[in-house]
């Protein structure tokens, strides 16, 4: 996995271990940078490549059609000054077909439902784009596609979200099976 966590906060240290770069809060010993011009902001960044759900750990195909083995996907997710932005690119997936995806609150796994419900800022709220994360997008003629959300919230340190999972269009009955998922270690 690549994840990549920038917190330029006062205090905050950097540990990097197998590939990953980890925030560590700062301790009463670590001394202060002389200034720092970007106080909050947290970025994660997550690039990985579908496997079959038996055999994955980060990114899961359930649909072979829709999410291929082999299909890639990148999460950008920005946090900074009470807001959020997060950024989908998915490539090889079905050409010239219709997507949604939502954040949700729990890693991946085999199972497509592991990853638990939507995500919701306000967890009472409703479900909607404005308390949820929301995708939508169309494949070019290649699979690939990017869809970007936008929120004046960031995530709750006591409930931070674990994927992005990229569903299947509506059933009759509106529910949207889960074709691939893709663990994101969001940070608030």
């Not at 890639?72 to 077909?97: C, I, N, Q």
């Amino acid at each position: 996995m690549k994840v990549r966590h920038l917190v330029p906060a006062a205090g905050a240290a950097l540990a990097v271990a197998a590939g990953t770069v980890a925030v560590l809060p700062p301790t009463a010993s670590m001394a202060a940078p002389a200034s720092s011009t970007r106080g909050d902001r947290v970025e994660v960044r997550v690039w990985e490549t579908f496997l079959p759900a038996a055999k994955a750990t980060r990114a899961f195909s359930y649909d072979a059609k829709r999410v291929p083995a082999g299909s890639r996907a990148s999460v950008r997710s920005l946090s900074a000054a009470g807001r959020s932005r997060v950024t989908l690119r998915v490539h090889g997936l079905e050409p010239g077909s219709a997507y949604n995806a939502h954040v949700h609150v729990k890693p991946c796994a085999a199972d497509p439902a592991a990853s638990g419900a939507h995500y919701k800022n306000d967890p009472k709220g409703p479900e909607n784009p404005q308390n949820e994360i929301w995708f939508s997008f169309r494949t070019d003629g290649e699979g690939d596609a990017t869809a970007t959300a936008w929120h004046p919230w960031t995530f709750a340190n006591d409930r931070k979200p674990g994927s992005v999972v990229i569903h299947n269009p509506a059933l009759p009955d509106g529910t949207q099976p889960r074709a691939g998922c893709l663990s994101v270690p969001f940070a608030p």
